[in-house]
């Protein structure tokens, strides 16, 4: 089943367009290219010859292989790093500067598109490829572009959980395996044995909008 919501086209980082000069975290490089592998199908599920740890998530997942090599070439806007966007979604890092995500008692904070936003709004859980962001990113983001507030909401998050895994769905041919369709499965389904994924989907599952205006007087304080 896939997860209810999510988008079979996971969209371009949130930070590509209004941080100006600063290239986000989960940007992909040119340089950064799709590595060759040869797939197998060795017990029931996708492989790649010569795996190493990286290959597979904590799920046992197959993820994309790819070059890391951010800042040689040249940033590719509309693309997300597969790993990066892994690392940040499991370890709640800023999707900006790669560093911890704001989180204060009132949860986790995260910029979204006001559309995404509206497709479910409060308070049905919400599912994102997007991974969160620090206040400072986030606050950066709004002062730099101010048309960003028309276009985006800031939700903070008590409760969120990965929910589901974005990629290719292979079935097991002769003499690899064959990619047949791009998916959003959930993580509970069993077809992500037969999955390359190359984003992590969120679900927002407690949250409530927030003005990042206030957000960041309030810290200003605190801090
Ligand atoms: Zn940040």
């Known amino acids: 089943m896939a997860p209810a919501n999510a988008s079979p086209t996971p969209t371009r980082p949130l930070g590509t367009f209004p941080l100006r000069g600063v290239v986000p975290y ?111 990113c986030a606050v950066q983001a709004i002062r730099l572009c101010p048309h960003l507030r028309d276009h985006y909401i800031a939700v903070r998050v008590r409760r969120f959980h990965l929910s589901g895994v974005y990629g290719a769905l292979y079935v097991p041919t002769l003499p690899e395996p064959r990619a047949t369709t791009v998916e959003t499965l959930a993580l509970s389904d069993r077809r992500t044995a037969w999955l390359q994924a190359s984003q992590f989907i969120m679900r927002l599952v407690d949250y409530r909008v927030v003005d990042l205006d206030a957000e960041a007087a309030a810290q200003g304080k605190e801090r």
């Not at 029931?44 to 046992?60: M, Q, S, T, V, W």
């Not at 009132?106 to 969160?132: K, N, Q």
């Open 26 to 136: 989960i940007t992909a490089w040119s340089s950064e290219e799709t590595l060759r592998t040869t797939l197998t199908a060795h017990r029931n599920r996708l492989g790649y010859e010569g795996e190493h740890p990286l290959d597979r998530d904590k799920f046992g997942i197959l993820w994309r292989r790819i070059g890391i090599s951010p800042g040689v070439g040249t940033p590719e806007y509309g693309a997300v790093h597969s790993l990066r966007q892994r690392r940040t979604m499991l370890r709640t890092l800023c999707q900006v500067c790669g560093g911890p995500a704001d989180q204060t008692r009132d949860g986790v904070l995260w910029l979204m598109g006001r559309a995404e936003y509206e497709r479910a709004p409060w308070p049905a859980p919400i599912e994102s490829p997007h991974p969160p962001v620090c206040l400072n």
